[in-house]
């Protein structure tokens, strides 16, 4: 298995970050290039579309809200991995005011070598967590409440 892990820290409480990010249905709140996710199965199982049409299956395979924290599987991809397996967190940092998310994952690579599979999904987390900062940094800056997820909470 092919493991990467990307993380910021954000000028935001972890509670404010969580409320933004910590519903299984709330990508298109925070995360441009997936404009659409759609819940079934009670909250379980999320499908999304990248901006490009393709269609992403993810299963949530755990949920703790008081630890901030949660983790999904993929059932349909277009990418090149089997076995995939990713937690988002959130948590304290030391300095008031400030939050870590961490994303990782790990996965099989399929028909590509590890180095490749790394960098695709090392890439699709730090871009992801930009635009997390960025759509916090314009939330803040238009003196808008974070609100729940799209999709709220399983």
């Excluded at 993380?7 to 925070?30: H, K, N, T």
């Excluded at 995939?84 to 961490?102: D, F, I, K, M, N």
């Excluded at 028909?111 to 890439?123: M, N, Y």
């Amino acid at each position: 298995m092919a493991t990467t892990i990307a993380s910021v820290d954000i000028d935001a409480s972890p509670e404010r970050v969580w409320q933004l990010v910590g519903g299984f249905g709330s990508l298109p709140d925070w995360l441009p290039y997936i404009p659409v996710s759609e819940v079934s199965e009670g909250g379980r199982v999320r499908r999304l579309e990248n901006e490009d049409g393709e269609v992403i299956v993810e299963r949530l395979q755990a949920f703790d809200d008081g630890r901030r924290t949660y983790s999904y599987s993929i059932l349909e991809a277009p990418f090149p991995v089997t076995g995939y397996r990713s937690t988002l967190t959130v948590h304290e940092t030391a300095e008031p005011g400030t939050a870590r998310v961490e994303w990782s994952g790990s996965f099989a690579p399929d028909g590509i070598g590890d180095a490749d599979a790394v960098t695709l999904f090392h890439g699709i987390y730090t871009q992801g967590l930009a635009a997390l900062v960025q759509t916090l940094a314009g939330m803040r800056a238009a003196g808008q409440e974070v609100r729940g997820g799209a999709n709220g909470r399983p």
